[in-house]
């Protein structure tokens, strides 16, 4: 069974401070994916990583940063969190091979920051 | 940018009633995946199309994916409770897994 998990189901944060969201999956998959989901906007992409220390910019990477040091653990990093950032934030993985590219989702972190 | 929309954003049925969402993308596709998020969780995926024109089933559920390749549909044939959540669509243009999602479509079911 896939299994993604992420290091905190709720955080709250202060404007400025830098804010770390940890994402490990255990089926060995090569892809890795950060997400942010906000009311009428849907999914929106803002990192993914193809391999170890690969990363690809979404959709929305403004604020943000990633790190990939090993295979299964996929870091977001917000440098200076504002209140903009104040979001639902999933972590997905899949694999790069084979005809069926299913996202495997963690549970999210809603982060707050006032 | 690639651009998928999705509508409606909400609907609201009663139990045994029938659904559909619809899904249309800027760009031609390679696949489409659908996923469905319950209240409080995460996306969970359904399904992939990749032919054109395909169209697959799941139960009450029934898959299309447009000629063009660019627009796609999920119809949900007498709607159950447990029907209720969010039903995305998530185009994939090209190679490399990147997914770009529908806004989503909200559905609430009563009894």
């Known amino acids: 069974d896939v299994k993604v998990t992420q290091s905190s189901r709720y955080l709250v944060k202060r404007t400025g401070e830098k804010v770390f969201l940890e994402c490990v999956q255990d089926?060995?998959?090569?892809?890795m994916f950060w997400y942010r989901q906000d009311p009428g906007l849907g999914l929106r992409l803002i990192y993914f990583?193809?391999?170890?220390?690969?990363?690809e910019k979404g959709d929305i990477p403004e604020g943000y940063s990633v790190s990939r040091e090993k295979k299964e653990r996929f870091s977001l990093i917000l440098e200076s969190a504002s209140t903009n950032q104040t979001s639902m934030y999933l972590c997905?993985?899949?694999?790069?091979?084979?005809?069926?590219?299913?996202?495997?989702f963690g549970p999210g972190t809603r982060l707050t920051v006032t | 940018g690639q651009q998928v929309m999705q509508i409606p954003q909400y609907q609201h049925v009663q139990e045994g009633e029938d659904f559909t969402t619809y899904c249309n993308s800027s760009?031609?596709?390679?696949?489409i995946q659908w996923y469905k998020q319950r209240p409080g969780g995460h996306p969970v995926f359904l399904i992939q199309?990749?032919?054109?024109?395909e169209v697959k089933k799941q139960k009450r559920l029934t898959f299309q994916f447009g000629e063009a390749k660019k627009n796609s549909s999920l119809h949900i044939t007498a709607t159950q409770t447990t029907d209720v959540g969010t039903y995305f669509c998530?185009?994939?243009?090209?190679?490399?897994?990147?997914?770009?999602f529908g806004t989503g479509t909200q559905l609430k079911v009563e009894l």
């Open positions: 997905a993985s899949s694999f790069s091979s084979g005809w069926f590219h299913e996202q495997y």
């Open positions: 089926m060995d998959h090569e892809n």
């Open positions: 990583s193809y391999d170890v220390k690969m990363k």
């Open positions: 760009t031609t596709l390679s696949n």
């Open positions: 199309l990749v032919k054109s024109g």
């Open positions: 998530a185009g994939e243009k090209g190679g490399g897994n990147k997914l770009t």
